[in-house]
């Protein structure tokens, strides 16, 4: 199995369970703090993410490469250096976000709600930015070892302390929201305060699961170190110099979702108020990034697995100048989320009333669902544009990157105010959709400048993925309309979950058999569906 197809899957499996869990958990979550808690969490963790970017400069993935590139050069010492410095780094960068997270709490609450709330919202506000700015002092230094490991294309550490941290952080949230809620019947604010804490927790029980690889695997990464025959022995200097080369795009690649979320978390009921929809604004606003997010990034979670699997393989095929394997290589990557991603945010959008109803209640589900049916598709963008950054990255183009997701925040603030107003909440929709896709478009550009890449293969086998979609949506949709008439999923919860269920389970199974069956299953993934011939065997 080549290195990228293993990281892939298990990056991508653990960050699947990560987001999967992510998304089970809300599930009694809304129900114990209803939209107006969705909407204070939502405000707290958009200027989060945002700063816990900004506060690791974008160093863990630019030290996956920049330890893969030497690692390649057997320079082991080079890497093992830049590790420990910017183990450092990271420590000074944390106490310096959080200082800013914690001290501009109010400023931010104040931007983030319309006139219309009051000066307690705003107290609110603050107070949960401030509880969750904590893990901003252990992330950044968690997250380096993830990316030194990486480097060295060791993924489960990263995999393995995905999980434990989201299991870890989700199990404080929940007995934390209601032992305040229930048992000490304090205020919603306190039980969200406590809920966005759960960072932090999550984040100390990462390390301790990475501290545990570290001492297993220092062994034999000193071993590498000793064998080696020749180091660069550069510079502290120098490595500072060619890591922030690597790493300042990857500051604004990391924040791109959580920037575009910034904007309508600034905009959006304002322009909602302009709109005449001042009322359903808040609530709008956290079913969209919060409630649908959390369905929608379950299939973009391969196009973040992928990426951080690709780097590394790709940083080496450029490094020394294999054209053919980089090639084969960007070819496999794109044609994968095309494989996966496209019927999932497909059938994600067929079936969003369902699949709203069932996770979070059929209370108005024909409006919020109708969200989520809009908003699905984004998935598909925001996976592309996560795989094209990081393919630009290894081959040294990264600072186009920049280029790409300027224009598209440039198309988010130009149109998502006047789309609102236009087209109500799902003009936010829109207008990320319009962005993201622009930003994809440009991405794949400059790729194909840059190393005269073809897309040929890519476009025939989409073109096939697409055919295959259709006929799968239709599928679904004949389905779930034969068991509507039997079950009601807009009224009932447990109708729209057993619709869900069987739908998606069917849709699912004969997208599977028709790839096998074209073939396309083998021509993309290789010889590894032959497990697949027990079950799926050609008469």
Do not use: C
């Amino acid at each position: 199995m080549s290195k990228i197809l293993k990281g892939t899957m298990i990056l991508t499996g653990a960050t699947f369970l990560s987001k999967f869990l992510g998304m089970i958990y809300t599930v009694p979550f809304e129900q114990m703090v209803g939209p107006e808690g969705m909407e204070l969490y939502f405000y707290a963790y958009t200027p989060y993410n945002i700063l816990l970017s900004l506060s690791t400069l974008g160093v863990p993935m630019a030290v996956s490469k920049f330890v893969s590139k030497y690692n390649s050069l057997e320079d082991y010492q080079t890497g093992r250096d830049m590790f420990k410095s910017g183990m450092q780094l990271m420590g000074i960068t944390g106490i310096i976000t959080f200082l800013i997270m914690f001290l501009t709490a109010e400023p931010i609450a104040r931007f983030s709600l319309s006139d219309e709330n009051t000066s307690a919202s705003v107290d609110d506000t603050a107070m949960v930015i401030r509880m969750v700015a904590f893990a901003l002092l252990i992330i950044p230094s968690m997250s380096i070892i993830r990316g030194f490991f990486q480097g060295n294309e060791s993924m489960a550490p990263t995999g393995i302390s995905q999980v434990v941290e989201q299991i870890v952080r989700i199990v404080f949230l929940l007995v934390s929201v209601y032992v305040v809620l229930y048992v000490l019947e304090g205020s919603l604010s306190t039980a969200i305060g406590f809920s966005t804490f759960a960072a932090f927790i999550g984040g100390i029980a990462s390390l301790i699961v990475l501290i545990i690889y570290w001492k297993k695997r220092k062994p034999y990464l000193d071993k590498q170190l000793a064998a080696q025959e020749y180091t660069y022995d550069l510079s502290k200097k120098s490595m500072f110099k060619e890591l922030i080369s690597y790493a300042g795009p990857f500051v604004l690649v990391g924040i791109a979702t959580p920037l575009y979320q910034l904007i309508d978390q600034f905009t959006f009921n304002k322009a909602m108020a302009s709109a005449g929809l001042s009322e359903i604004s808040g609530a709008s606003l956290s079913a969209i990034h919060v409630l649908s997010h959390k369905l929608v990034i379950i299939p973009v979670t391969l196009g973040i697995g992928l990426s951080l699997a690709l780097l590394p393989a790709i940083t080496k095929s450029f490094t020394k100048q294999n054209m053919k394997l980089l090639n084969h290589q960007i070819n496999q990557a794109l044609q994968i989320i095309s494989l996966l991603i496209f019927p999932a945010v497909v059938g994600l959008a067929v079936l969003s009333y369902e699949a709203f109803g069932s996770f979070y209640g059929v209370e108005d589900v024909d409006y919020y669902g109708g969200l989520l049916r809009w908003y699905a598709p984004v998935g598909l963008f925001f996976a592309l544009y996560t795989v094209t950054a990081a393919i630009l990255q290894g081959i040294n183009r990264q600072n186009f990157a920049l280029v790409s997701l300027g224009a598209g925040l440039f198309i988010k603030l130009a149109t998502n105010s006047w789309f609102i107003v236009l087209f109500g909440a799902k003009g936010s929709i829109i207008s990320t959709g319009t962005a993201v896709l622009v930003a994809v478009v440009l991405n794949l550009w400059r790729i194909q400048r840059a190393i005269q890449f073809s897309y040929k293969a890519v476009y025939k086998r989409t073109l096939l993925i697409m055919i295959l979609t259709a006929i799968m949506a239709v599928t679904v949709w004949i389905i779930k309309l034969g068991l509507g008439f039997v079950w009601d999923p807009i009224e009932n919860r447990l109708a729209a979950l057993f619709i869900l269920f069987i739908s998606a389970g069917l849709g699912g199974l004969l997208y599977l058999w028709m790839a096998y069956q074209t073939t396309l299953l083998e021509r993309i993934l290789g010889g590894r569906v032959k497990v697949l011939d027990k079950f799926l065997k050609r008469r």
